[in-house]
């Protein structure tokens, strides 16, 4: 909760001020006279912005056992699905955290996720290929690492800063739209509206700021991937958890798939500079470089 106020306060503050600067620079009377209100803007960017990503978050627990066909497991059908449990059930206690769901979805490619729009009702899932291509220990430093992106809100945080973003990419697109458009159709105060023009600028200008919004929003989520990191090797021990990545780098990872790609351990592999800028996970060379600095445990 002290999460949400804290943002909300931030994106509050931050309309604020854009709107302090377009009314000084007198761009609300300029939207004005072409039918455009500069209060109904903002709302409808933050709502739009902001409703997209949290509706995907209040979903994501249902979408990722409908989609991914992931099994939640009410009551263990063998040792494995025990011990998935009490791992489980042993993180959350030292996270101080209310046991999540724990499920298992049928896929080769070793992979986990968590997900949920609040930190006591996650859902923590693992896949088939992971539980058989690790070892105990392993597996226990890859839940440590999901229970930690748990106790750290990450997946709230993510749709946050993900609203923040929407919500400036539709509100800047449509008022540079606007300016745009009265530059070159001219600065008559009787055209009200926009025309062919202005709707192809706004989708351009939507896309331009969708990408680098794009980049903002990877930036924070590898910068989260370092910390989930270092939580599961104080769970699990350091070794474990470099141990558990070492074992990511010798396969080639299945992308989960839409939004719980940025959700899972494993990230998809790119190479060159402007690839990682969208890339979701540090590389796995450089968060096992990360763990090595850490002290042992």
């Known amino acids: 909760m002290k999460r949400i106020v804290l943002f909300a306060a931030v994106n509050i503050a931050v309309l604020a001020v854009i709107t302090v600067v377009v ?9 004005a006279v072409r039918g455009v209100s500069l209060n109904g803007l903002l709302i409808v960017s ?12 209040a979903l994501s627990k249902w979408i990722a056992k409908t989609s991914m066909g992931v099994r939640v497991i009410d009551a263990p ?17 030292r996270l101080n955290l209310a046991m999540p769901e724990v499920g298992i979805f049928e896929s080769p490619a070793m992979n986990a996720f968590a997900t949920g729009a609040r930190r006591n009702a996650a859902l923590v899932a ?8 690790m070892g105990p220990e392993e597996v226990r430093a890859v839940l440590g690492h999901e229970m930690t992106h748990v106790a750290n809100g990450d997946m709230v945080t993510l749709a946050l800063v993900q609203g923040v973003l929407n919500t400036f990419v539709i509100f800047l697109a449509r008022v540079v739209g606007t300016a745009i458009d009265g530059a ?14 202005y709707f192809l600028t706004v989708i351009i200008l ?12 990877m930036a924070f989520s590898r910068h989260r991937e370092y910390r989930a990191d270092a939580g599961g090797a104080q769970l699990a021990g350091r070794n474990s958890m470099i141990a558990a990545l070492h074992a990511l ?22 190479h060159g500079l ?9 590389p796995l060379e450089a968060r096992i470089a990360a763990l090595q600095r850490l002290n042992a445990a």
């Open 206 to 217: 939507q896309v331009v700021f969708g990408v680098l919004a794009t980049v903002i929003v």
């Open 274 to 282: 402007l690839r990682r800028l969208f890339m979701s996970h540090p």
């Open 46 to 57: 933050a709502l739009f912005g902001f409703g997209g990503a949290f509706v995907s978050l």
């Open 126 to 133: 693992v896949s088939r290929g992971l539980l058989e291509g």
């Open 23 to 31: 009314e000084l620079l007198g761009l609300d009377r300029y939207l």
């Open 249 to 270: 780098e010798r396969t080639e990872p299945a992308a989960l798939p839409g939004q719980f790609q940025a959700f899972g351990i494993a990230g998809v592999r790119t």
């Open 77 to 93: 059908q063998n040792a494995t699905e025990h011990w998935l449990l009490e791992t489980v059930g042993s993180h959350a206690t």
């Open 184 to 197: 070159i159709g001219g600065q008559r105060n009787d055209r009200v509206g926009g025309g062919m023009f």
